[in-house]
C-alpha cells in the first residue's frame, strides 16, 4: 500500500543528544543557499552487514539568504521492511501504533530522543505508493509479463526506461518517470535477489533460487517525489481542498494508495493501448482477415490497419509520436477519440493481452494487502 516515505521532524520535536551517531558530514551550497548535513550513514551500514533492516536519518541545517539556519530532521524509511524485513509484504493502518514505536526506536539508537505524540505530527515530504500482485501460472513468470507490459511505453509527459536485472534469470523492471514523479513496474523477485540483505530477504533468495516458480510477483510503485507533487495528488482523492502538510496516518489509506495506483495503471494501459498492442501481435495477413470479418465499414478498418501497423514498427510511444508530427495541435488525443470508437464497435478482441490488463486492473481494484507471518 505504501513502501517508502520520508518524514521531517522540526527541531521543537525532537533532541540531539551530545552522544549520536551522525557521523557523515556533507555540505552543499549556491547563491543565496547553503545545507550543511549529518547523518548515520556509517551505522546504517553495520546494521546492513548484521541482515537487519535501518532507515537513513539526516540532520539537515538550511540557510537561505540572510535568514536565519533552520534545522530539521529527514528519515527515509521503508515500512514493510521495518516490519517485515522485506517489502514483498505490505503494510496497513492497522499497523500505525507499531510504526510509530518503531520510529522512535530508531530514533534513539542514534541519539536522537522524541515522542510518539510528535512522530504522529510528522509531515510526509515524500511518498511510495506500491502494490504487490500475484501472477497466477497461466500468465507465466514476473519477467515475462513485465516484457509484455514494456510494449505499452507511453505516458504522456514522462520518459520511458526498461532496466534488465543481471541476477541469471533475467529480471526485469520498466519505468515512466519525469522530475516529480516515478511509476515503476518491475520483477520484485529480481529486485530482492539484487539488492536484498535483511535475514528475510537473505531466506527469500534462497528459495527461489532452489524454485524459480516462485518468481510470480509484480509490484507497481508511484514515487511522489516533492511534496508538492505528493499533496496535490493526495488532496484531489481526499477532496479535502489545497491541503499541505500530511501526516502518516492522513495517507496511510487503503482506498487512498488504491485510487492512486489505480489511475496510474489506467494512464499507462488504457483500452487504446491495449486495443493496438493486440492487434499488432497479428501477422499482416492474420490482421486483415481479422478487421474484414468483424462488423466495422472498410474506411474503418483501413484507418485501424494502419494504425495498428504503426504500433506495429514504432511502438505505442513510437505511433503517438508520429501522429504529432504529422498532425496539428490536439492531434493525438482527437485520434485516440477515433481509435477508441473504432476498437469498441471492433468489440473483444481475440487475444490473451487483453486478459493479462484485465487480471492486473482486478487485482488493482481489489487491493488485497500482502501480509506475511
Excluded at 543557499?33 to 538550511?62: A, D, M, W
Excluded at 537561505?64 to 530532521?73: D, Q, R, V, Y
Excluded at 515475462?144 to 514522462?158: A, D, E, G, P
Excluded at 499507462?268 to 499488432?280: A, E
Aim: hydrophobic share 35%.
Amino acid at each position: 500500500m505504501i513502501d517508502s516515505i520520508t518524514i521531517i521532524l522540526q527541531d521543537d520535536q525532537y533532541k540531539l543528544e551530545e552522544k549520536n551517531k551522525l557521523y557523515g558530514k556533507k555540505e552543499i551550497g549556491g547563491k543565496g543557499y547553503g545545507v550543511s548535513s549529518q547523518n548515520c550513514g556509517e551505522y546504517l551500514k553495520l546494521q546492513h552487514k548484521k541482515r537487519r533492516y535501518f532507515p537513513s536519518i539526516t540532520l539537515s541545517n538550511k540557510k537561505a539568504g540572510l535568514g536565519e539556519i533552520k534545522e530539521s530532521l529527514e528519515i527515509q524509511i521503508s515500512l514493510p521492511k521495518a516490519i517485515y524485513g522485506t517489502n514483498l509484504a505490505e503494510i496497513d493502518d492497522a499497523q500505525l501504533d507499531k510504526i510509530y514505536r518503531l520510529l522512535k526506536g530508531y530514533l534513539e539508537e542514534v541519539g536522537i530522543t522524541t515522542t510518539i505524540d510528535e512522530i504522529k505530527k510528522a509531515i510526509i515530504r515524500r511518498a511510495d505508493f506500491s502494490k504487490v500482485i500475484a501472477l497466477p501460472s497461466y500468465l507465466g513468470q514476473a519477467n515475462q509479463v513485465i516484457h509484455i507490459l514494456s510494449r505499452f511505453n507511453y505516458k504522456q509527459q514522462s520518459d520511458f526506461t526498461l532496466k534488465e536485472f543481471y541476477d541469471g534469470c533475467e529480471g526485469i523492471a520498466m519505468k515512466f518517470w519525469n522530475n516529480t514523479q516515478g511509476y515503476c513496474i518491475y520483477d520484485k523477485f529480481s529486485e530482492i535477489i539484487n539488492n536484498g540483505y535483511t535475514e528475510n530477504e537473505k531466506k527469500i533468495i534462497a528459495s527461489v533460487k532452489q524454485n524459480q516458480t516462485l518468481r510470480c510477483a509484480i509490484k507497481f510503485e508511484l514515487s511522489l517525489q516533492r511534496k508538492t507533487s505528493l499533496e496535490a495528488v493526495v488532496w484531489r482523492r481526499l477532496k479535502n481542498g489545497k491541503k499541505k502538510d500530511f501526516t502518516l496516518e492522513e495517507i496511510l489509506n487503503k482506498d487512498l494508495a488504491k485510487g492512486i495506483l489505480l489511475d496510474s495503471f489506467n494512464k499507462v494501459f488504457d483500452d487504446v493501448s491495449t486495443g493496438l498492442v493486440s492487434l499488432s501481435e497479428m501477422g499482416e495477413n492474420e490482421l486483415l482477415t481479422y478487421l474484414d470479418r468483424s462488423k466495422i465499414t472498410q474506411c474503418q478498418q483501413d484507418k485501424l490497419f494502419r494504425w495498428v501497423r504503426m504500433a506495429t514498427i514504432f511502438g505505442v510511444k513510437g505511433t503517438w509520436e508520429k501522429i504529432k508530427t504529422n498532425y496539428n495541435g490536439g492531434s493525438v488525443n482527437r485520434l485516440k477519440k477515433e481509435v477508441s470508437l473504432i476498437l469498441t464497435e471492433l468489440g473483444e478482441i481475440d487475444s490473451k493481452l487483453p486478459n493479462l490488463i484485465a487480471f492486473l486492473r482486478e487485482q488493482h481494484e481489489k487491493f488485497e494487502i500482502i501480509k506475511t507471518d
